[in-house]
């Protein structure tokens, strides 16, 4: 079908609700602490919550998210949500931006206009993008998908969405997280419609088979990637091996889904162990409220767990697409060092055409929403000549 014009509005009962569970919830004891070594700090915890009773205001998110052009649409009988801004300008090029975990697609609120009308924000108007932001099927306002392995096909849903139902011939595309794997998928199946992409990293799935011709570069990284998921990857291996048990969990306590939720932030965000110098309380609590509003967290979990439980059929059938596709279409990397590994530029043109490696300043994994004026700037630096 043809999309339709989507207005969020969040029932009333479900924000009361909120409410009421927020008031009745039980937290752990009382730790002055300021440490998160442990995980979430109660202190912190306590706070939010305090915040999330008294002073967040859902509405006035939802009218500011509702400035933006949403609709729905129907992709090979998958409801999507999405938003679609069109560009100022004759010539602006289509520009795909995928999110990733755990955010949605809020991440892009910041960088839409940016992209849309460069020369409002200090850029030139011969850069404008139109940009679509769709959110990633079982997250937020898009359906979730009805059997297992459905991350490798959101490339494909992708390119009918611009192609077929917004009728885009050819387009760039941007992500991280996830939307590093989408967006590296459509180039690699599509690419005769994918101008370029952009991506924040290289996608992990890549360290599964490590070559033998390692760089010391290269042995660097894959090390720190070992040490990161002896650190911090044990929530990987829950959300891909038991993703409902966690997911009914944290889909009844709104308190427990912040706590699971807020440790990302700080720990993958450029935000030096100060996670209010990066995010207000007010933009962890819109992206937390969307999940719970939405009920969404644990469809959210099912990409983890695809990687999971895919078969060796699977992972045949995707390096051959591998080695048809991504070579071939032109590729930047903005690397923000906050991020959760930042590759050496060597591991990426294994992979990849890279055309242009730019590392940055500063910024995180949530680089759209930390720094959209580098990453919009690097966006337009990049597609310029591909137009």
């Known amino acids: 079908m043809a999309s339709q014009r989507f207005e969020i509005k969040i029932p009333e009962a479900t924000l009361v609700d909120l409410r009421e569970r927020l008031s009745r919830a039980r937290l752990g004891e009382t730790d002055d602490s300021t440490s998160w070594d442990a995980g979430t700090n109660p202190r912190f915890l306590r706070g939010l919550r305090s915040h999330w009773q008294t002073d967040f205001d859902w509405r006035l998110h939802e009218a ?5 052009s949403h609709f729905r649409a129907d992709i090979d009988r998958h409801p999507i949500h999405f938003i679609h801004e069109r560009g100022k300008g004759k010539h602006a090029l289509p520009l795909l931006l995928t999110h990733g975990y755990p955010d949605s697609f809020l991440r892009f609120l910041k960088v839409i206009p940016l992209l849309t009308d460069p020369a409002a924000h200090g850029g030139d108007a011969a850069d404008a993008f139109d940009v679509v932001v769709p959110s990633l099927p079982g997250v937020g306002f898009s359906d979730a998908p009805a059997k297992e392995g459905a991350i490798f096909h959101v490339g494909g849903l992708w390119h009918k969405l611009m192609t077929q139902e917004l009728g885009y011939a050819r387009f760039g595309a941007h992500g ?3 939307g590093s794997t989408v967006t590296e998928h459509l180039a690699r199946s599509y690419a ?9 990293d290289v996608p992990f799935w890549h360290a599964f088979q490590t070559p033998s011709n390692l760089t010391p570069a290269e042995q660097k990284f894959l ?4 040490e990161f998921q002896q650190k911090e990857g044990a929530y990987a291996m829950i959300q891909g091996t038991r993703p409902q048990t966690l997911g009914q969990s944290l889909n009844d306590s709104p308190i427990g889904l912040a706590a699971w939720m ?7 965000s450029d935000c030096h162990d100060d996670l209010e110098s990066r995010f207000t309380m007010d933009d962890l609590l819109a992206n937390i409220t969307l999940y719970w509003a939405t009920g969404t967290i644990s469809s959210s979990f099912l990409p983890y767990y695809d990687f999971m439980h895919a078969g060796a059929m699977r992972w045949m059938s995707e390096k051959a697409k591998e080695w048809i596709g991504a070579s071939n279409v032109p590729t930047a990397f903005a690397l923000f060092p906050g991020d959760i590994a930042t590759p050496p530029r060597e591991w990426a043109e294994r992979f990849y055409n890279v055309q242009r ?9 949530f680089a759209a929403h930390e720094e959209p004026d580098l990453l919009a700037e690097d966006l ?6 591909l137009r």
């Open 64 to 68: 500011n998210i509702n400035r933006f």
């Open 176 to 178: 991280g997280d996830w």
């Open 192 to 200: 005769d419609a994918v101008a370029g992409i952009h991506l924040t």
């Open 223 to 226: 090390a720190a990637n070992g």
């Open 262 to 268: 807020v440790e990302k932030f700080r720990s993958w």
């Open 357 to 365: 490696w730019t590392p940055m300043a500063r910024g995180g994994h």
């Open 380 to 385: 337009r630096a990049f597609f310029r000549p």
